[in-house]
T-cell receptor
Framework: QKEVEQNSGPLSVPEGAIASLNCTYSDRGSQSFFWYRQYSGKSPELIMFIYSNGDKEDGRFTAQLNKASQYVSLLIRDSQPSDSATYLCAVISGSARQLTFGSGTQLTVLP | GAGVSQSPSNKVTEKGKDVELRCDPISGHTALYWYRQSLGQGLEFLIYFQGNSAPDKSGLPSDRFSAERTGGSVSTLTIQRTQQEDSAVYLC????????????FGNGTRLTVT
């Protein structure tokens, strides 16, 4: 089992819709969770981080964390074509100090 | 500079040659990471430096790979006797060092081994 798993997609949503991206992790001791966005040919850039159970909102983005179920999700409201990118979930596990990334979900927002 | 700086941005080398990739982290960041990303793939952890602690080398794929960080700042990733499967984008990132600190990535070095 991979430490961090994401549905590779591709995921397509129409412009203005809500895009939902999901991620599960295997280490129950994990404490810190991040979502990065990566445009084709570019480096990852941080979108959101979340440490506590529940929801965290930042503009059109909402991160949701459920430690009991070991999943973290990212919702993008009012999706725009400029949101089209690969979204990477990353976790700092309880045992390791380094950040482990999922393989990413490719999102396409159709105009 | 304000961000993580990596050089060179592109490197083409012949199989069997050694290469050095450089990373200059954000000033004041104590943690420095190297990742590798092959075409269409996720990020593969290579090595992690935190302050003066011994580095976490658990991700290095073979003994041809090594890295050092001088003076707690600039880091160099060295690949000896390069192979074609080493072709990838090598990404460096730094953070403030706390376990929950976000990583800030450089633009990467695209390595092509011919």
């Amino acid at each position: 089992q991979k430490e961090v798993e994401q549905n590779s997609g591709p995921l397509s949503v129409p412009e203005g819709a809500i895009a939902s991206l999901n991620c599960t992790y295997s280490d129950r001791g994990s404490q810190s969770f991040f979502w990065y966005r990566q445009y084709s040919g570019k480096s990852p850039e941080l979108i959101m981080f979340i440490y506590s159970n529940g929801d965290k909102e930042d503009g059109r983005f909402t991160a949701q964390l459920n430690k009991a179920s070991q999943y973290v999700s990212l919702l993008i409201r009012d999706s725009q074509p400029s949101d089209s990118a690969t979204y990477l979930c990353a976790v700092i596990s309880g045992s390791a100090r380094q950040l482990t990334f999922g393989s990413g979900t490719q999102l396409t927002v159709l105009p | 500079g304000a961000g993580v700086s990596q050089s060179p941005s592109n490197k083409v080398t012949e199989k069997g040659k050694d290469v050095e990739l450089r990373c200059d982290p954000i000033s004041g960041h104590t943690a420095l990471y190297w990742y590798r990303q092959s075409l269409g793939q996720g990020l593969e952890f290579l090595i992690y430096f935190q302050g003066n602690s011994a580095p976490d080398k658990s991700g290095l794929p073979s003994d041809r790979f090594s890295a050092e960080r001088t003076g707690g700042s600039v880091s160099t990733l060295t690949i000896q006797r390069t192979q074609q499967e080493d072709s990838a984008v090598y990404l460096c990132a730094s953070s403030q060092g706390a376990s929950n600190s976000p990583l800030h990535f450089g633009n990467g070095t695209r390595l092509t081994v011919t």
